[in-house]
């Protein structure tokens, strides 16, 4: 062990002795355990020490601006103000420490988090997926990518209006925030979904399989793709392989254009035949008629 750990110690200062300035520092896959005795460059901008088995990060230098610590068992770290990007993805994190004000991308996948620390305006790409989160606090106005699939959502925060792709499938969802204008896809199949609200004019992918879905609003013309499959909606009215998604929601609003006809035929007729056998009318009836309805009994 002692070895493998002065071996690893060994490359890692042989690749740092060797960085130049504005590059990258790659110092993947060597069996880190730390960096006590491996000093980082002062000047340091981009550092990716994933895949090692770091608990816990130096105190990283001001300059960095990108930061991949991903599958490492991190306990606890802290991060630089001026950072931009970070993986620390499949970490066996179970918090996040305080987020830069300039950070623009996090991937904070596949750890053991229940709450997310406050997102900094500036976040335009969060992946949030695969942990044990109950619920987002705002989002970013610039957010333009979400990925937050696989936690135990029950509802989501107002989306961004720049967003451009959702993905929170394989939560317990029961509706979505109304959807901005901007976005082109939405995942959202295996939740508890028995609405979708407006479809933006821009979307292009929709995919809302396994939910309790009994109608689709209305289809945006430019729809590349639907999957509804696994939805009462489908269930009765398939889609045809030969249908584009715009063929099947004409179809579909049909299907159920008349199935509302028909519901409300049988509730009409539910209203009259009550409003016949109220019981002040069967007693007209027999005063009337002397019919007794015993005798029918």
Avoid at 58 to 74: R, V
Avoid at 113 to 137: D, R
Avoid at 227 to 254: A, G
Wanted: hydrophobic letters at 30%; charged letters at 20%; one cysteine or more.
């Amino acid at each position: 062990m002692a070895n493998a750990v002065a071996e690893a110690e060994a490359e890692a200062n042989k690749r740092i002795s060797k960085w130049k300035k504005g590059n990258t520092l790659y110092l993947s896959s060597l069996g880190l355990t730390s960096f006590q005795n491996c000093p980082l460059p002062s000047k340091l901008r981009y550092l990716d020490c994933s895949f090692n088995q770091l608990e816990s990060l130096p105190t990283l230098p001001s300059t960095l601006i990108f930061l991949n610590c991903s599958h490492n068992p991190l306990i606890t770290f802290t991060l630089p103000s001026k950072l931009k990007t970070l993986h620390c993805n499949a970490s066996k994190l179970t918090s996040l420490p305080p987020l830069p004000s300039v950070l623009k991308y996090i991937n904070c996948a596949g750890n053991k988090l229940t709450s997310l620390p406050t997102l900094p305006s500036s976040l335009e790409y969060l992946n949030c997926c695969n942990n044990k989160l109950t619920s987002l606090s705002s989002l970013p106005s610039g957010l333009k990518y979400c990925f937050c699939h696989h936690n135990k959502f029950t509802s989501l925060p107002s989306l961004s209006f720049k967003l451009i792709t959702l993905i929170c499938t394989n939560n317990q969802l029961t509706s979505l925030p109304s959807l901005p204008s901007t976005l082109r896809e939405l995942y959202c199949y295996d939740n508890q979904l028995i609405s979708l609200p407006s479809l933006p004019s821009s979307l292009t992918y929709l995919s809302c399989s396994n939910n309790k879905l009994t109608s689709l609003p209305s289809l945006p013309s430019i729809l590349r793709y639907l999957n509804c499959d696994e939805n009462p909606v489908y269930l009765e009215t398939p889609r045809l392989e030969s249908e584009s998604p715009q063929e099947y929601w004409n179809r579909l609003e049909e299907v159920q254009s008349k199935k509302r006809i028909i519901m409300r035929t049988r509730e009409v007729k539910e209203e009259i035949a009550m409003r016949f056998w109220h019981p002040s009318n069967v007693q007209k009836l027999i005063d009337h008629y002397g019919i007794d309805f015993e005798d029918y009994i």
